[in-house]
């Protein structure tokens, strides 16, 4: 799916639910953020920062300049914050792309791993009812190689979802 798709898919499903969106009040009890990037990466950029200042000085201004650059590039990926890209409260999934969604939307997620020369881990989301939300195929997809600790990811979205289809269950025999 494209940018497009996910726009479009957001925009339907915020509609169409019969309970607004309140991300605020939800209590996010999991939160997935990227992959940090190793601290030897901010070591290396201070070397080169501190080899740009001996070019700089001694030998040419733009060279200098030019390795100040890219040293405070590397110092600057090495000490970032992480992104938030995935949070699991009881009601439901939050991703950027998507959004907040319910697990009562969800019918299942599916892991899957590309093989090849951008070889990455992807999960599906399978949505019920997915011609509701104007959607061209009945699942989203979202890569999750890039998350810290994604190993778990699996196993807590599965119970979560369990318990939500046991939840709607007894709903079901109660009334």
């Not at 990227?34 to 060279?63: C, D, H, R, S, W």
Request: hydrophobic content about 40%; glycine content about 6%.
């Amino acid at each position: 799916m494209t940018d497009k798709n996910y726009n479009i898919f957001r925009c339907n499903y915020e509609n169409k639910i019969s309970k607004k969106l309140e991300i605020d009040k939800e209590q996010f009890y999991s939160n997935y953020y990227e992959t940090k990037q190793p601290f030897g990466l901010a070591i290396f950029g201070f070397l080169m920062l501190v080899f740009a200042l001996y070019i700089l000085l001694k030998i040419n201004t733009l060279y200098g300049i030019l390795l100040i650059i890219i040293g405070c590039f590397f110092i600057y990926g090495a000490l970032k914050k992480s992104k938030l890209v995935f949070r699991i409260s009881k009601n439901g999934i939050w991703t950027p792309e998507f959004g907040f969604i319910y697990f009562r939307h969800i019918e299942r997620f599916e892991f899957y791993r590309y093989i090849g020369k951008n070889s990455s881990e992807r999960m599906k989301i399978h949505i019920k009812n997915y011609k509701i939300y104007k959607m061209e195929i009945p699942f989203l997809e979202q890569a999750i190689s890039h998350i810290d600790n994604y190993g778990s990811l699996k196993e807590k979205l599965n119970n979560a979802l369990i318990i939500v289809n046991k939840r709607s269950e007894d709903k079901h025999y109660r009334s």
